[in-house]
């Protein structure tokens, strides 16, 4: 591993300040994504400012409702909390259907959202990428690309946002707390990810010297329909192909309220206010289901080896929001899809 | 890209003083910033039953116990466990006798090599800890982050069970 300065930060506004005074530093919490990056020579700070001591470790109920989570709450706690195990199932369910237990021991809460592609071409510096080194080209788009995403795609990039806990965020509508130099800000979960475009280097819309400091999950939980379904190459400690993210809120045999988010498919959670509206007022139905996915996908564009992700993913939201109307969400121990 | 201009190294690349309680002793080491905690466990401490296997988190050789949780040494800087407690597979046993779990792995010749033992005992240590797993599907889920390429598993799963039996 490269070397590098280490500095500890005693509360957000040092934190803040120690990296407005060295723009090659980067914050360390969990580590597991940073260090991992580092040893391949992708990330090369030369100073990490170790955010671990600040005040943002717990989960607690706001005025309005929902739930304010710190942004350094690993995502075990943060999976068998007692208010998210009952209030917000969706997102227990993903967190655990990510990672290994260990890796979710060290992983933050903020940090899960900063993770970055693993794309094989991003990890490897012999290789042109131009999330890595902008303007270098992109070697997924006719390379192979199995893992790649087939939505919301640019000629720049066809990476995908590795993590499954924010695609149950983006469904919940979780809003996303930072702190900078100019003061504090609140971005919605849809606003916070982006689109490749033509500035794939950029994840997410965090301005230089912001940091996170908490995740707030709005009051509906939809914690009596929902389900989580997560399809890979190996049964567990596999990033998706393509995962879904449903949430139902019923009246009898309809459907009042929907939610719809898929990851490994682009490179932010991917959602569609269309296919959720055209789930709105519908007998439950697989027909229902059929047309949303369809909404949701449109557009889609399979490179040489993942147009199968395309036929996938139709299949896993019909499943997913069949699941979730049942009330029987997939369980992320038992591997057998019902 | 910006990140990539920077010098190979800094100019100063200072030792740092930490104190990691390993196994129950307090040790005080002078240690490079970039030091896992894996490294500064086997080179440093000479414990080496702790063991690197893909050093990128991936097979879960390395998992040791900080304060009672399992994670990944060769994810974690030594330099930000300043105090921690840490249990490696060298503190299971205790007065000459096995650990349970160190016990029912032999029991059940749930390893054929033994490289990924030591991370094995210390995840499923963690994993009866955590309480969360009850059925063989739970702990094969929950022990998921411990690779065997022996391919030991079912023999894994049933020395957690014996051992978790021996707990209640």
Known sequence: ?338 | MESRARPDTVSKPAAISVTLYVNGEPSKLAIAPWTTLLDALRDRLHLTGTKKGCDHGQCGACTVLIDGRRVNSCLTLAVMKDGARITTVEGFAADGSLHPLQQAFIDHDAFQCGYCTPGQICSAAGLIAEGKAKTADEIRELMSGNICRCGAYPNIVAAIQQAMGAKT
């Open chain 1, 1 to 338: 591993m490269i070397n590098f300065e280490y500095a500890r930060a005693t509360d957000v506004a040092d934190a803040i300040r120690q990296m407005a005074a060295d723009p090659a530093a980067k914050f360390i919490a969990g580590g597991t994504n940073l260090i991992d990056l580092m040893k391949y020579d992708v990330e090369r700070p030369m100073r990490l400012i170790d955010i671990t001591h600040l005040p943002l470790k717990t989960v607690d109920e706001t005025a309005g409702g929902g739930v304010r989570v710190g942004a350094l709450v690993p995502n075990s706690d943060l999976a068998y909390h007692p208010l998210i195990e009952k209030r917000y199932p969706l997102l227990s369910s993903a967190i655990l259907a990510g990672a290994s237990q260990q890796l979710r021991n060290m992983a933050s809460t903020g940090g899960n959202l900063l993770q970055r592609t693993r794309c094989f071409y991003f990890y490897d510096v012999a290789t042109p990428c131009n999330k890595r080194e902008p303007g270098s080209g992109c070697s997924a788009i006719n390379g192979i690309n199995r893992i790649n995403a087939v939505l919301g795609t640019s000629e720049s990039c066809i990476a995908t946002h590795p993590s499954d806990m924010c695609v149950a965020l983006a469904a919940l509508e979780a809003k996303v707390h930072v702190a900078g130099a100019a003061g504090e800000r609140t971005i919605a979960f849809d606003d916070f990810h982006r689109l490749p475009g033509d500035t794939p280097q950029l994840d997410n819309n965090l301005q230089p010297n912001e940091i996170i400091t908490a995740i707030e999950l709005p009051a509906r939980g939809f914690a009596d329909n929902y389900s989580y379904l997560k399809i890979r190459d190996r049964l567990s400690y596999a990033f998706a192909l393509v995962s879904v993210a449903a949430a139902l809120e019923l009246d009898g045999g309809r459907i009042k309220e929907a939610r719809l988010a898929l990851g490994g498919v682009a490179h932010k959670p991917w959602r569609r206010p269309e296919a959720e509206a055209a789930l709105r007022d519908q007998a439950v139905n697989s027909n229902a289901f059929a047309k949303a996915a369809d909404i949701l996908l449109g557009g889609a564009k399979g490179f040489a080896h993942n147009a199968f992700k395309i036929d996938l993913a139709r299949r896993a939201i019909i499943r997913t929001l069949t699941q979730a109307a049942n009330g029987t969400p997939q369980t992320q121990s038992s591997k057998k899809i019902r």
